[in-house]
């Protein structure tokens, strides 16, 4: 299995790490031909406007959006905002989910905090509390279509959805040293493939 990490900007060296931690082959991805031969993408946290603005720069937006058409995808915090449809700020998105998401909706920097999540979809027997990181964060207001949301803190808010094969989180799994959902992810990804 090859996934790849879109290294534009942002934490892209720390789920490289998790992935090769993991056996996996991780492949930095800044132009449209590294996509090719790859089974899945994750677009790390960063800062969307940044992301977004090197993505059109580089040629990437129509590659990564016929790359998601086929593949498994999964953004964290910026990625999530990149992969919305609805941020409601102008700025250059993949715009392939039916989610609304509202940037820095947790505050600012100094504002970022930890957090024990209960996440139902993970294999039985791995009902620990996942150990989630929000910096600056961004809220997945509203799951619309077949999007579903997939986590919640205690409060409700949503923090992670899915659709199909797309995978969103608005926090950071790969600066933790648990990676339930980096294997949660690989089990979307291998689905495709076994679809193929
Ligand atoms: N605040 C950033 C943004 O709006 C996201 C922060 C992050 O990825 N940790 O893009």
Redesign the pocket.
């Given at each position: 299995m090859k996934i790849g990490v879109l290294a534009l900007q942002?934490a892209f060296i720390e789920h490289i790490k998790m992935l090769e931690g993991m056996g996996v082959e991780a492949i930095e991805v800044r132009l449209p031909e590294q996509l090719a031969g790859l089974d899945g993408l994750i677009i790390p946290?960063?800062?969307?406007?940044t992301i977004g603005k090197l993505a059109v720069m580089y040629d990437l937006m129509e590659p990564l959006r016929r790359f998601a058409a086929e593949k498994a995808v999964w953004g964290?915090?910026?990625?999530m905002?990149f992969m919305a449809q609805d941020v409601g700020a102008n700025q250059p998105l993949l715009g392939i989910m039916d989610i609304v998401v509202a940037?820095?909706a947790f505050g600012r920097q100094v504002e970022s905090f930890e957090t024990g999540l209960d996440v139902a979809v993970f294999e039985n027997g791995q009902s620990a509390p996942f150990p989630a990181v929000f910096?600056?964060?961004?809220k997945l207001v509203e799951a619309k279509g077949d999007a579903e949301v997939i986590v919640r803190l205690a409060d409700g808010t949503a923090v992670a959805a899915q659709q199909g094969k797309w995978l969103v989180t608005s926090f950071?799994p790969e600066l933790t040293g648990d990676d339930r959902f980096h294997r949660y992810f690989l089990s979307l990804v291998r689905e495709v493939k076994i679809d193929d």
């Open positions: 942002g946290g960063g800062e969307s406007t964290t915090c910026a990625g905002i940037r820095n910096i600056r964060a961004p950071h």
